[in-house]
């Protein structure tokens, strides 16, 4: 197996939008995540964030699944565990350590965690942020029920405090940078939405039927057609204010090397299409993400 990215020549940023659907990506206006490739058709390896992710961190990212298996030009697969099985798949990185985190500390990459949902608070038992040397964690306010907390405050999102995030990277060496964003996850709500009366009443009923999600739902319970349409809308919008954000901050790195950039969901959320709703079960909404990736 053969290393095509040599180690120490280039960045990256790995970017997970949050519970973000495909069908949702295909609507929105991304001009600069359609500048690192074409939306991508992907299955998730999970159905719900601690599992993705720790996929995520072995080298798994979701398959691609729409004709074409290069996630670069000539390669199949980004990252390959030096201890996996022998394989004729073309590889960008064949890393040693436990993680490919592991890896790039060991490198002597600069390396820096972000994220805003609760897999990644720094709760006692929280695995995900402890496999980074530094993790920043971008928390609602203690004790505030979610319910209570719309629209989220600007603290809560990793990409609405960009300057926190290039305090905490020393760009002398070349970086590791990961980022959960939240805005995509339910309540769907980032900076880039309006919070309408609608939008209110519409996450109000979403919640109380998430708290019964892998149960039938009452169909007097249901979101209407409309109430559906409101909040997908937001999560389509919550992507175009990712993509307007990852742009900022990609334009303020400026260490000389070139950034392996990666954008993509850690699986979606169904609205009801299947008989449930939110995530952690298997249906097309939930299986499918998009996903971007190239060199810039």
């Not at 991304?30 to 299955?43: D, G």
């Not at 798994?60 to 004729?88: C, H, K, T, Y």
């Not at 940078?177 to 309006?194: Q, R």
Request: aromatic fraction near 10%.
């Amino acid at each position: 197996m053969k290393t095509v990215l040599k180690v120490g020549r280039y960045n990256v940023m790995l970017v997970v939008a949050d519970s973000l659907r495909y069908d949702l990506a295909q609507k929105a206006k991304t001009p600069f995540l359609n500048k690192l490739s074409a939306l991508r058709l992907a299955e998730a390896p999970a159905t719900y964030t601690l599992p993705s992710h720790m996929s995520f961190f072995v080298g798994i990212l979701p398959v691609l699944i729409d004709g074409n298996p290069e996630f670069l030009p000539g390669i199949r697969q980004l990252w390959r565990s030096v201890n996996a099985r022998e394989s004729d798949k073309s590889s960008a990185v064949i890393f040693q350590g436990e993680t490919i985190i592991d890896y790039y500390v060991r490198n002597q990459y600069e390396v820096l965690g972000a994220g805003g949902v609760s897999f990644f608070s720094g709760a006692k038992d929280n695995i995900l942020p402890k496999l980074f040397p530094k993790f920043l964690h971008f928390e609602k306010p203690a004790n505030l029920p979610r319910d209570a907390n719309v629209p989220r405050n600007m603290r809560q999102f990793p990409l609405a405090n960009i300057g926190r995030l290039m305090d905490n990277l020393n760009f002398s060496n070349p970086f590791f940078l990961f980022i959960n964003c939240p805005e995509t996850h339910m309540p769907y709500d980032s900076p880039g939405v309006e919070i309408t009366e609608s939008y209110k009443m519409a996450i109000k009923k979403l919640y109380a039927i998430d708290n019964v999600k892998h149960c039938p739902v009452r169909d007097q319970d249901k979101l209407t057609e409309e109430e559906r349409r409101i909040l997908m809308d937001a999560q389509r919008q919550s992507l175009e204010w990712i993509d307007r954000m990852t742009e900022d901050l990609h334009s303020r790195i400026h260490n000389g090397l070139p950034t392996l950039v990666v954008v993509m969901g850690d699986h979606g959320d169904e609205f009801g299409e299947g008989g449930r709703y939110g995530h952690a079960h298997y249906h097309s909404s939930v299986m499918h993400v998009p996903l971007w990736c190239g060199m810039l």
